[in-house]
């Protein structure tokens, strides 16, 4: 009877342990399987994600970093506290610096970043405000300190939360330098062109032309697209950060040409590239016009139908800026004083964003 019991015993025992273990086994299958679930989802979001550091420059008026970056991936993007920002660069003095730069919500304190604005085709975003969908761009707003130095340049490096990442160079000239770029931005439908901080041209060269200009025809005349008529010579530059635009001389460089009548001009005196400045609110309307009519540039009557650089100075009043999401623009125009072509049609164009050319040669703005 004993020998009967232990042996009943003994076989209790044996079940039990076979469903424990079967029951452990299944756990350690279903956690397996789950942690490979894991990971592929995992793997799968980090294949979707990309980004493209577009351009990085230092504001020179408002010493910050601007730093714009594009969501070329296939997923939203968010959880900016958790995103890496890392800034290589040189200091006054010479020192160099490799800087980790925590998030904020507000104005960046020192080696702080910010979200400036979410953006698609330069309009703010209103679909799903925070999240940075596939398209959309970022502007990212940082503070270095100490601050780089003068003629110096620098790397940023942006990473998402699951590791992706990308880098830029950007580069401190110690002086304001607009260019005016072939890229479009959007503001309320219409599209403009960039005018770009810091960064010579690097584009698709465009030649911007005025309409013809006939037998003396005295006249002032906006430059377009000389490919797409419909695109005017209006370049823009985002005021993201910016305060204050302080009163400075401007030195405005044309690279420029006349073309269609070989007497054009005819005398020295007449023909002369010029700009309008103004400031143009986000939902398209201006603000204000700071000057027109400005920086005449004249070209020589043996100056004709060759490409040549010209430049004339303006004396920039100074403008407060009042909503940081407007835009300073650019407007380039082909104006004769008093006398035209010899025989017209006569035409007065201006090359835009074209590498090719040494950066001395090219169509910019200086102060």
């Known amino acids: 009877m004993a020998t009967a019991v232990v ?45 493209d550091t577009l351009r990085a420059a230092y504001l020179s008026w408002a010493d910050l970093l601007q730093v714009t970056v594009d969501n070329s991936g296939q997923t939203k993007l968010a959880s900016f506290s958790k995103w890496d920002l890392i800034v290589h660069y040189y200091g006054g003095d010479g020192t160099y610096y490799t800087e980790w730069l925590p998030y904020t919500e507000g104005a960046p304190g020192d080696n702080e970043w910010q979200k400036a604005r979410i953006c698609l085709n330069g309009q703010p975003e209103f679909f799903e405000p925070d999240i940075m969908n596939p398209e959309e761009e970022l502007v990212i707003l940082a503070k270095l300190s100490p601050l780089p130095g003068d003629a110096t340049t620098g790397e940023i490096t942006i990473a998402t939360p699951n590791g992706v990442n990308d880098s830029i160079s950007f580069n401190n000239l110690g002086y304001t330098l607009l260019t ?31 309409d013809a200009f006939v037998k003396n025809e005295v006249a002032r005349k906006m430059l377009h697209n000389e490919s797409q008529p419909s695109r005017l010579a209006k370049h823009v530059f ?58 005449d540039a004249y070209l020589t009557k043996d100056e004709v139908e060759i490409w040549v650089t010209k430049s004339a100075t303006y004396d920039f009043p100074g403008y407060t800026v009042v909503d940081d999401s407007d835009y300073l623009e650019i407007v380039y125009y082909g104006e004769t004083d008093n006398g035209g072509p010899q025989t017209g049609p006569g035409y007065m164009q201006i090359r835009i964003d074209d590498n090719n050319l040494a950066e001395a040669d090219q169509t910019r703005i200086e102060a």
């Not at 299944?26 to 793997?43: C, F, G, N």
């Not at 070989?262 to 020295?268: D, E, G, L, V, Y």
Request: charged letters at 20%.
């Open 7 to 51: 042996s009943i015993i003994c076989i209790v025992l044996i079940v039990l342990g076979g469903m424990t273990m079967s029951q452990g086994i299944s756990t350690s299958a279903d956690t397996t399987a789950l942690s490979v679930e894991e990971i592929s989802v995992r793997e799968g979001e980090i294949m979707r994600t990309e980004v």
């Open 180 to 210: 005016p770029h072939s890229e479009n931005i959007t503001v309320a439908g219409t599209d403009y062109y960039k005018l770009v901080e810091a960064t010579p041209a690097d584009g698709a060269a465009i030649t911007e032309t005025t």
């Open 238 to 295: 985002p005021l993201t950060g910016i305060s204050e635009i302080p009163a400075a001389t401007w030195t405005v460089y044309y690279r420029c040409r006349t073309w269609g009548d070989p007497k054009f001009p005819k005398k020295n005196g007449d023909v002369n590239f010029d700009i309008d400045i103004l400031v143009r609110k986000a939902d398209g309307t201006v603000r204000t016009t700071i000057a027109t009519n400005e920086a």
